[in-house]
C-alpha cells in the first residue's frame, strides 16, 4: 500500500468518527495529515464538502504553500494555510479543525482574555499532564475573514508538535504528532468547553457547582 494511501485511510478514519460525534455542520471543518517531510506535503479535506459523507474526492494532496501538489479539479479547504503553518513550524502529523456550538461558545465568552483556562478536571490527563491540579490554557485569536491574515495571527500561536487554538465564533484548530494524539486533544477540549459551559449555566439555577 503506498504512503498516501495509507494515510489517506487513516484521515479518512478519524473523519468518520468526527461525523459521527456530528461535529461537521453545514460543511465546516477541516482536516489533513502530512504524508512526506522532505519535500512536505499532505493531504487535506476539498473545500465545501459535507465532510460526514465519505466519497473518493474528500482528500487532495497539497505542498507546503498549501497548493495542489498533483493535477486536480478539487480545491484544498479554504483554511489550508492554517495546516500549512503548522506542518511548516512544528513536527505535527495531523491536524483538525471543527466548528462546535460549545467551542464558538467558549471563544465568545472569554475572548477578552485572550484564552481560556481550565483546572480541576480529570480529561486534562489526555494531555500528557499529570500534576495535581494542573491548568490548560487555549488561546483565543480572531476570526479575519481574510485567511492569509489569520493564518498570520494563528501562527503567533504555533508552538510545539501538539497545541490549539480557539478562532472566536469560529472553530477550535487542533494539531499532534499522529492522528491519534490530535484527534484525543481535540476530544480533551471539547470535553472541557461542553464542562464548562454547562456548569456555567448550572452556577445561575444556584445549583452548587463549584
Ligand atoms: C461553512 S463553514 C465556513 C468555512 O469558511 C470554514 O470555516 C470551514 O471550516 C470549512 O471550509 P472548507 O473550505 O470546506 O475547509
Ligand atoms: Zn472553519
Known sequence: MSIVVKKWNELAEVKAELAARDWFFATSGNLSIKVTDDPLTFLVTASGKDK?????EDFLLVDAAGKPAEDTHLKPSA??????????RTNAGCVLHVHTVDNNLISELYAQNGEAVFSGQEIIK???IWEENAAVRIPIIDNYADIPTLAREFANYVHGDAGAVLIQNHGITVWGRTAFEAKKHLEAWEFLFRWQVK????QRTGLPVG
Do not use: M, N, S, V
Open 52 to 56: 460526514r459523507k465519505q466519497t473518493d
Open 79 to 88: 483554511e489550508t494555510l492554517l495546516h500549512a503553518e503548522i506542518y511548516g
Open 126 to 128: 489526555a494531555f500528557g
Open 199 to 202: 456548569r456555567l449555566l448550572l
